[in-house]
């Protein structure tokens, strides 16, 4: 057994692999070769270092990655406006490096993908070439605190202050209040400059929320004056990364330190801003973080990607239990509760893996023509929802491996149980997921209300007879046939469930908020549950219908087949999941709804043979799976490795 | 802020704890004073020690554990046969120490609960002695090894042998390949003796497992001649445990090591036993190891117990986020979805307080009357099925808990994260959950059988017209009032769950095995969905009904108001959760279903303000909640202190 390439993180790991497969490239996509760089370059991760030897290892991961060429070249152009494709490109690049060391994934989202996006999307070209060239130069790094102790997902109601001073010309940063510390700030611990939001104050008018770039510590680590951070230190996982506390103590920075995009004070403290709404204004500048929030998402798939692998590995390949009488015990696949609980999951990740390059190249395309992102609502929609449901996802499937796995999966050996507590802090930060829903919710009555130039709630109601179309810009698939196991059916039960969530919604609103004259927050709160379900509606909608896409317009007719089962697969897990639902509105009879639940079985039955073959042609470098279940040896525990599966991987050349 | 008690370990940390209410005390149940002990006793966790530390730390307080007079009375009391209430203090006992620190409750567990329960239920008087009183003097201590690398769930197929030799009336104990491996072997870089389960073969033939206590190393820690223990190191969680591969080479015990109470070896090579029917030898060894498997449900209350304080302390304290314009902001226990998410637990950890007293209380009365507990199928059925639910339960409670909490529920300091990793192995030790399941439907299918004289599938079959009571012993509540609102409603809906589903099983394996003449293998496996359904319909019901009957016999009438209304919440959401189920049924109609979820989110608000009365009655000492963010200091991280709830906690004195 070979098990040189993990005495030599860093190098290449790529000698077990053959040439991909089409199915590997059509995953892949685009940026297929940039990921293949990357796969060259990335190594394991460890287990059993201290927090500091972590946290170590982690800036020595980073700073290797921020001098490849390649990664060189992408930082410059993050630089540039208008780069086309730049955005599926740093998320092929994320995933890869996620799959490699969650960790390292998350350090670089802070030091590129938040101060980086902070500097490259809200400051003037002159405030880039200061701040973020540096960065991409690896002379210091960044962090982003915009999170407070007393407000994590309101950050409307931050509460840091930043006083203009025109005698000085400068903006005193300031921690009123212990709520209003800078909490869980990523790199606070080794970073240089710290993006921080607060709000703008002169002569004691707030203009809301802006962001300042303020010194914390120089090169050699020492302290801004002014400034204290406190470490976090333990968390469930990430322990890579140096999360902690920034305090303010009237920190004088000066006026050119505010990123000018949005909003900038001249010299005698007069406030200008290209936008005059306070409201529009905030939302334009978190707008522009939109990307890193698709990043997460991506981070989400590196983790089901690395976790399906080995568990299909270990369930098709080495592991038996029971079987008929005096026969040879059967492979754990083989148990109808096993393949149940796996194949869906590994259908979500390929319906993820396609959604995710829509969002991708919507969002590229929008950029490139300058669009401002926080006015496209389907987008927002779109990358609020994936946050969501991937990260949702993710967990759920991290746990079924874990526990489909048995004992194996608890070890650290075999990566799971790292996978699952790195992943976590997913469905919290970067914007905590039940908030995202409502974001989702709120930018679909946002588009509504656009489309019939009325009040949200208002114009709401009224398409309960409109007709007009409600259909979101996402969606535009026709389909005819109406059978319970087709695609077609699949689609338009979970397009009608969006559409009657979305206008039974709007009612409630109408009638709570206007002829009941409720509390808009009242009236929204009481009709959360409801407001979280119809944006899991249309998340599910859209990837179901990207999934479609992408199915139809596969190249290679084996990888159609394939990818045909694995797409109807998602569709029926959707509706299954939603069936009390359907079946209180009659969309299905209690005769069909069993249907459903059969049809769920027995496409779980079918695909399970094939699963070997999608999670090879995931391409996950073996350095990154790291699970002797997987057959992937560790020197350290010599113990833990299985053989890897007899079945050949079928390999269908390009 | 006091933060003295974390200072002094195994001191008192009681100061703060006023007389418990009515409620506390009902909710500990007989052995409260016992409980009251341990209370006081334990002492808190850590979460930045290395790998020793955490297992030296371990060892330290399992001696210290089993040295307190309380623990060594009970030990002794182990000894004996037929003590009242032994198993129901040793829950009590088991559920704190847990929630002080899982690692150590853990390893109590397998050298009291499984080496103990092997010595003490397989050996004979002699043997208990020999094995088990050093044990409870701590003298040495043992370790329980069963499962192997190749056999986890399928315990039957043990592949480790023991073969006789006459010649030297030995027993040699022989790893013969590498799938005989004991894995995962709790204890075993640390203990004496192991109680080792082996195929006990005489003259080449077979007599199917046995348990034979085979000397490990000695209290130098020198290993014996021929066992060499591979350590498995890092884990997910339960850092405290040294778990381990335990590999025999042709190692020697006397003939009087074999566990003699179901089958011993005479000097010349004959075999004798009580049981004749070698499948039935072996369940009833496996079944006098049911009260550790019940052991488990209340590590996993204790896990429930103790993150639900923090949770709701946080949520109803001190948390506070979005909230009415210009009005202060709303604690988040206010929003929908937050109390939707944490309630339901909150009532299903009162419904498993109770439906394990209940379990412990038949267990008791069958040990007491001499029963073997194997014949007892509503017993297995409920300790089994328990079991699993309860371990799911809790990880899907502390899920909740830690995402409600955002970013504190992510910190080692409020402790959430230690107990998901360290409970995480629960859903699959001691019996894959999915095999428990197994376990509940095969002992339904018996009693069943049982009833009616004749063939498993012959005899169900034949119930779908059958007069012939149906409802198992642990089910003795009748209702008749009819609205979704009533508990009654409740109660029969589950009831009528599981029956239906129990029949409509027996009619699939009947038409598979006896018209199709389908292998049984294949034909429970493709029913194994449905199997699974009807075992956690079982399970669900009979924790409804027992919490319906302690809502009736508590006697503080304020206490049985608010226990009420948790049972109502449980029924409720257990038949929430199924309504696609009963829709297809026609139990509910479309209207009924919506007026189901209407009805949870009127009770999940209903109860909220309740809440925190609740988990202060769980009577849970600060030191074991070690949650900043519950008001409990830790004086590592300060920063994460929040103050205790405002509201003061009301206590209706006894």
Redesign the interface.
């Known amino acids: 057994m070979d098990i040189s390439q993990q005495e030599r993180p860093y190098e290449t790991s790529m000698a077990d692999k053959s040439t991909p497969s089409s199915l590997a490239r059509y995953l892949d996509g685009e940026f297929w070769e940039t990921k293949d760089h990357i796969r060259e370059e990335i190594s394991q991760g460890d ?2 270092l ?2 500091d030897q972590n946290r170590d290892l982690t800036v020595e991961r980073l700073e290797y990655i921020l001098t490849r060429p390649l990664m060189r070249q992408h930082l410059k152009d993050q630089m540039k406006e208008k780069q086309p494709g730049f955005i599926a490109k740093s998320l092929g690049i994320t995933e890869l490096i996620c799959s490699a060391d969650m960790s390292t994934g998350v350090k670089l989202g802070v030091v590129c993908g938040l101060f980086g996006g902070a500097v490259t999307n809200l400051g003037s070209p002159g405030q880039k070439k200061k701040w973020y060239l540096p960065v991409t130069d690896s002379e210091f790094t960044g962090m982003f605190a915009m ?1 407070e102790r ?5 950050v409307r ?1 931050i509460l840091t202050e930043a006083c203009y001073e025109p005698s000085t010309q400068e903006f005193i940063i300031h921690t009123p209040c212990e709520d209003a ?1 800078k ?2 700030i990523g790199n606070s611990m080794k970073g240089n400059y710290a993006s921080v939001f607060a709000q703008l104050i002169i002569n004691g008018d707030s203009q809301g929320p802006h962001c300042f770039i303020v010194p914390i510590r120089d090169r050699h680590g020492v302290m801004n004056p002014g400034v204290s951070a ?1 470490d ?6 990430l322990h890579g990364v140096d999360n902690g ?1 920034l305090i303010f103590h009237n920190v004088r920075i000066p006026r050119t330190n505010l990123l000018s995009k949005f909003g900038c004070v001249s010299a005698d403290g007069l406030y200008s801003s290209p936008v005059q709404n306070k409201s529009k204004r905030f939302n334009a500048m978190l707008a522009a973080l939109t990307p890193t929030r698709l990043g997460l998402t991506v981070q989400a798939i590196a983790a089901m990607k690395v976790s399906l692998q080995g568990h299909v590995h270990y369930d098709l390949g080495y592991r ?6 005096d026969q040879q ?2 492979k754990i696949i ?5 393949y ?1 609980r796996l194949m869906p999951h590994l259908a979500a990740a390929l319906a993820l893996t396609f959604t995710t390059r829509f969002a991708a190249c919507m969002m590229d395309h929008a950029l490139c023509k300058g669009e401002v992102l926080q006015n496209n609502s389907s987008l927002q929609a779109l990358v609020a929802g994936l946050k969501a449901y991937s990260t949702w996802e993710n ?1 759920a499937c991290l ?1 079924e491996c ?2 489909c796995t ?2 194996m ?5 075999n990566r799971i ?1 790292a996978l ?2 790195d992943s ?2 997913f ?3 970067e914007g ?3 908030v995202m829903l409502q974001v989702v919710v709120k930018e679909l009555m946002t588009q509504f209300t656009r489309q019939l130039g009325n009040s949200v709630v208002g114009g709401l109601i009224r398409t309960w007879t409109s007709s007009v179309s409600d259909r979101l810009r996402t969606s535009f698939l026709g389909f005819n046939v109406d059978t319970v196991g087709d695609l077609s059916f699949l689609l338009k039960a979970v397009s009608y469930r969006e559409r009657v969530l979305q206008r039974s919604l709007a009612t409630r609103l109408y009638n709570k908020v206007k002829k009941k004259r409720e ?4 009236a929204w ?5 409801h407001v ?1 379900s119809l944006a899991l509606a249309h998340i599910h909608r859209v990837t179901l219908e990207q999934f479609a896409l992408a199915v139809q317009e596969c190249p290679v007719e084996e990888d159609h087949t394939l990818l045909t089962k694995f797409c109807l697969l998602h569709g029926t897990s959707l509706v299954y999941q939603e ?2 639902w359907y ?4 969309y299905l009879t ?1 005769a069909t ?2 249907q459903i ?1 059969t049809q769920l ?1 027995e496409l779980c039955r079918l695909v399970k043979d094939e699963a070997l073959k999608v999670v090879s042609d995931f391409n996950v470098p073996s350095c990154c799976i790291q699970a002797p279940i997987a057959g992937v040896a560790n020197p350290r ?1 010599e ?2 490795f299985y053989s890897a599966p007899e079945h050949p991987i079928r390999a269908s050349k390009l």
């Not at 007393?150 to 309101?154: A, L, R, T």
């Not at 976090?232 to 996982?237: F, L, Q």
């Not at 509390?519 to 009242?522: A, H, P």
């Not at 079946?583 to 009659?586: D, F, T």
């Open positions: 287990y059993d201290t927090l999170t007393g407000h994590g997902s309101n109601g510390q909490m869980y406190i976090m230190k333990h968390k469930e996982g506390i038996r239990q029971f079987g008929p009488k015990e059967v083989e148990h109808q509760t096993q149940l967990l746990q874990r526990e048995g004992g999966g608890f070890m650290m050996e149980p699952k507590c976590d802090v469905v919290t930060f905590d997921n039940v509390e808009f927050f009242d709160n009481s009709c959360l549950h979280t069936r009390a079946l209180e509105h009659h209690p709804s069993r639940r079985l525990a113990w833990a």
